[in-house]
């Protein structure tokens, strides 16, 4: 059984900054990837930012610059620092992790998403 608590949304004013942090707990044996997606109405979900557990990144085209994905190994967290946010940022973001329990096979898990509103 695999938790992923996300945590660090809210409401922000275009031009700020939002830190989201989502840390993974269970019987984890090994985590690959770890990322952030998210889903405006009416949108599919899309990839934000992954890191792999080599420290390779991939952003979105539309947050480069802007958002930097970065992960703390011992503690099973991944963490995405969110500037200049800008109203079309607005969206439910959603903690990804590619990993493998002690006795389970390779798969993929989700958070429960957590809001994120720019506006003023």
């Known amino acids: 059984q695999v938790q992923l608590v996300e945590s660090g949304g809210g409401l922000v004013q275009p031009g700020g900054s939002l830190r989201l942090s989502c840390a993974a707990s269970?019987?984890?044996?090994?985590?690959?990837?770890m990322g952030w997606y998210r889903q405006a109405p009416g949108k599919q979900r899309d990839l934000v930012a992954v890191?792999?557990?080599?420290?390779?990144?991939n952003y979105a085209d539309s947050v480069k610059g802007r958002f930097t994905i970065s992960r703390d190994y011992a503690k099973n967290t991944v963490y995405l620092q969110m500037n200049s946010l800008k109203p079309e940022d607005t969206a439910v973001y959603y903690c990804y992790a590619d990993l493998r329990l002690q006795f389970a096979r390779r798969n993929d898990y989700w958070g429960q998403g957590t809001q994120v509103t720019v506006s003023s």
């Open positions: 890191i792999a557990d080599s420290g390779n990144t």
């Open positions: 269970g019987s984890i044996r090994s985590i690959y990837d």
